[in-house]
Each structure stands twice: as structure tokens, then as C-alpha cells.
């Protein structure tokens, strides 16, 4: 077992309960299964330990997280649920998704529950009476989180079909689909640590930064790795026809003919034609490129830690940071 | 125009300012637009009127109500598109639903959109240091709320097809799905006018009761009113095989012949027999029972407010709760 996948169990229980005693009162039944369906399958639970540690590398009393923590990983869920009806994608962690077992209606109502009781779980967060602006912060943190992902996936789906995305354009629609939560898991914790303005900013950009290299890396994996670390097909993006850095920086630096061609290859969504595609990336140098920018995010990551003094938990998030680009799934 | 109409017109640019306000920075644009449909189809705005009014009964300053009443809104507004998703409700308002327009998964994220915006409003109302309590109060109001109404969603969706509902299941439905946010208007309102505990109790009680009171009146408008006055066919409760309180109160007193007979009759979702069903209706009194439980909930709503002091809100809160059973559409 890695070091990371070690810091990422050692939180895992507290998580676990908080976010069990949060839904055990849901109703009916029906209801309570379908929102309890993916926190059976596993799941790296990266985001709420994001939060705990930063909240414990600031100086804070880690266990004051612990309910901001698990409240992030509600709105992971959440999106997670309504995404997969959105992209009707009917597999999830290897299960099938919610919607493919319950019904659209139940699925989207397990979503806005888990959400409502994501606000829910951060209200509980017990502060003094002089830290109730604490809590209104983290709660506005984690509020505007989720603007941003609702508008993200609104972006990703204008996306589909289109090919002229500009690279800002398509840093901005991850920032907001992926970023945006965690770079809220590790400033709603830096919050409650009770850390200054400016180690908060530094803890958010750390968090939007390997928020954005775990989106690439993936897009990466998709192109490098094998099936069997994949748990997937390889190329399953290229077969999508999914907007990638790699798509994007190939048709910015390719001449029209390779362009057109890469985009007629996308939009035909065959298994075969994932060899001409990496090939095309390849000729451009896009793979090397997505895998450099994404290594360029998570330098600057560990840079931002340098505010902070040195602790454990200070040493678990430089960990996470290499974590991102070394995970091999 | 009534006095009540005039009441709620009264707030009604101040809750569209802050609503325009909430949802100005929205993108892309097909999210905005969609996330916006709704506001632009009218709708009373009851519920933030009603905030409001118990700011302002409870002797608060009303000004600082009209972002949390704007948010109450926002998520009457979220749970309407998700609703109309649910039920494949293609009419919304006389308007075409916000999926019939933009497809589902733009009007699930238009939904989610809304929900994020109205917890960013409620976070914006500006408070003083000493009352943040105040604000983490009123959020908690509203994220409950927000719960109920998804378990009152799946209760309403589990009662399909299902004839064996008791009148204490039924109720606890529409108070979820109908009541808890009406409800949260004036609990919110209250809190945020600096009311005290018992006053909160009891202006969250008349808001419950009211809100009760709404949604059986409109349950007896299907079957008593006529086509002109409710803007749809009398009936379509009936047609639509719906359980209500009617429904409920003629499965528990009818012998076991005139249940099967109802039961059958509703689950032909046949236009012919809305006349056959009222017949059976009457034939055991359920339609006055509706009634007189409808006017029941709105007397005792209206005694709660013997605890405010005497001023022009609370005579409109008085007005307002007549009015949910004076209104004939």
C-alpha cells in the first residue's frame, strides 16, 4: 500500500461516520438506498481528506473539519449522480450507476438530498460563538463550489461536437468541473483551521492546481496506460469523442488537413481508429505536453505549501501532490 | 386585484432584483437561459412574500430579509424543474417546462444551479458580527427544507400505483413536499427579523399550516372548480390517478366494493369517469372533509399569529392565510 493510499484510510473512518449518520435519517427507504448507493463502492475519497489535512497543516484542530470534510464528499457524490444521468453513463466505481438502478426520478432526488444534506452536515460544524463567521465562510466556499461545477459540466456539455475550444477555454471548464471542489475541500479546511487570508488563498490555489493535474493526468492515463491499470478500455475518451488538452493542443498547432482529419476521427467514435489518433497527438507532441502541464500545475502545488510550517500533514499534502501524477488509475 | 395580490406585488421587484442579481453571472448562456425560464412565467412569489411579511411582523428590519426570500424562491423554483423532470411534465405556468425547452440534462443542472445560488444569497445577507448566528440559523431552515422537499418528492413518487396510504402518510407527504418550504419562508423570516424562540415555533407552525392548507385547496379546486377558473380540465387530479386527501378519506371509510370500484376507476386515467370518481367522493363526504381540514389548518394558522404584536404585516399574514382558500386557481 502506498504512503497516500495510507494518509487517504487513516481519515477514512471519520469520514465514513459522518457521512452515515448524515443520511441514516433519509426517507422512504427507496430514497435512503439510492443516495447510500455509491458510498458502498468505494471511492478514493481524496477531496474530504484534502480538507482535514488542510485544516491540520494550518495548525487547526483537525477533528473541527471533519463534518466540512465529509459534506464535500456529498457533493462529489452529488455531481457524480447527476452527472452519469446526464452523459447516461450506466457503470460507476465498476457498479452500475444510480440512475441504472433506481430510475432517473429516484437518482436525481438522491443527488439534491445528498446536496441539501452536504449544507446540512457544514452547519453542524460545532464553533464558538466568535467563529460563526467561519462557518459562513467555509459554507460560501463550498456554495460557490458548487456554481462551478453545475456550470463546468453546462461547459463540457456545450463542448461535445464543437472542436473550436480554445486551451483557456478548456482550462476553465476542468477548473470549474474538477478544480473548483478541490480547491474548496482545502479552503473550507483552512478556514476552519483558522488560518490567515493569505494562507488560505495559498491553500485554495494548491487545491485548484492538483485539481486540474488530476483531470489531465486522467485525459493522460486514458492515452498511456494499459487496460489492466485502467480498469478500462484505453482510448476511451478518443472513442467519446471527448474534448482533452491533448485535442485541444492538437488542433491549435496542426495544419487544417491534420485538424480535419483528427476531428472526423473523433466524431466517428470507433475502437479502431484510437492508433491514428494517439498517432496524430503524438505528431504534435500533445501527450508530452498535456503530461507537462499537468507536471507544471503540480510543481507550483507543492511551491504554494512552502507558506506553511512543517508538520505531518504538511508532508501528506506534498505526498497527494505527486500522488496525482504517479496514480496509475 | 385583490389586497392580497397588491401585498404580493408589493415585494415583487425587490425579489426579482435580487434574483436577477443572484443569477446574472451564470454561464455558458444555455444555463442562464435555462436557469432563468422560470422568472420570466410569473408565478406569485408567495413564498418570499411571506418571508418577508414575517420579518417584518416579528418588528425585524424587512430589508435584511429579501435575500433569504429571494433564495426561498430559488428553490421553490429548483424543485418545480426537477419536479416537471420527474413527472415528464412538458407545461410549466402555460409555458413550455424548462426540459421541454433545454432537453433533461441542462434543466437537472439548471435546477442544481438554482440550488447552489439561493445557499450563496441566504450567505449574502449582511448580518453583523454578532449575528452570524442569525444567518447559520436561517440556513439551516433552509437546507432542512430542502431535505424534505426531496423526501416529500419520493414519498409523493412512492404513493403511485400504491392505494394503501394513511391520511397521517399523506400528510406527512405534502408537509415535505408542500409545507416544510412555506414553512422555512416564515421560520427564516422570523429568525432573521431577531424574533424569539417562541415566536419562530410559532410563525414556523403558521407557515406549516398554511402551507397544508395549499395544497389540499388545490386538491379540492380540481374537483369543485370549473375549467375557466383553474386554466386546466376539472379533474385532472383524477385523470392523473393522484392520491389526495379525497383520495385517502374515501379508502377509509368506503366498504371494500367502493375502494376497488375507486381504485379501479383512477388507475383507468380515463376523462369519463372524473365524474364517477366525484360521485364516490361525495358518496362519503371526503370532499367537505377536505375541506374542513383545509379551513381548519388556516384557522389555527391564523390564531398562532395572536402572538405579534398588532401591525400591517401581520394583518397581511392573516389576509394571506384566508387567501389560500379564497384563491380559485
Known sequence: MSEVTEILKKYSKNIDNEIENSLSAISPEELYN?????????????????????????????????????????????????????????????????????????????????????????????????????????????????????????????????FDVTEEQYMDMIYKKTGALIAAATKSGAIIGGASDEVILAMEEYGKLIGLAFQIQDDYLDVISDEESLGKPVGSDIVGGKMTLMVVKTLADAPDEDCERLISLLKENNPNHVGDVINLFNKYDSINYAHNVAQGNVNKAKQLLEILDDSEAKRALMLIADFVLERQS
Open 34 to 162: 439510492a443516495s447510500n448507493h455509491l458510498f458502498n463502492s468505494g471511492g478514493k475519497k481524496l477531496r474530504p481528506a484534502l480538507t482535514i489535512l488542510a485544516c491540520d497543516a494550518v495548525g487547526g484542530v483537525f477533528e473541527q473539519s471533519f463534518k466540512t470534510a465529509a459534506a464535500i464528499e456529498l457533493i462529489h457524490t452529488f455531481s457524480l449522480i447527476h452527472d452519469d444521468i446526464m452523459d447516461q453513463d450506466d457503470i460507476r466505481r465498476g457498479n452500475p450507476a444510480v440512475h441504472t438502478l433506481w430510475g432517473e426520478p429516484m437518482a436525481i432526488l438522491a443527488g439534491d438530498i445528498l446536496f441539501s444534506k452536504a449544507f446540512e452536515l457544514v452547519l453542524e460544524t460545532s464553533v464558538d460563538s466568535n467563529s460563526y463567521k467561519k462557518l459562513s465562510d467555509a459554507l460560501a466556499v463550498v456554495a460557490d463550489a458548487c456554481v462551478k461545477i453545475c456550470e463546468g459540466q453546462a461547459e463540457d456539455m456545450s463542448f461535445e461536437g464543437k
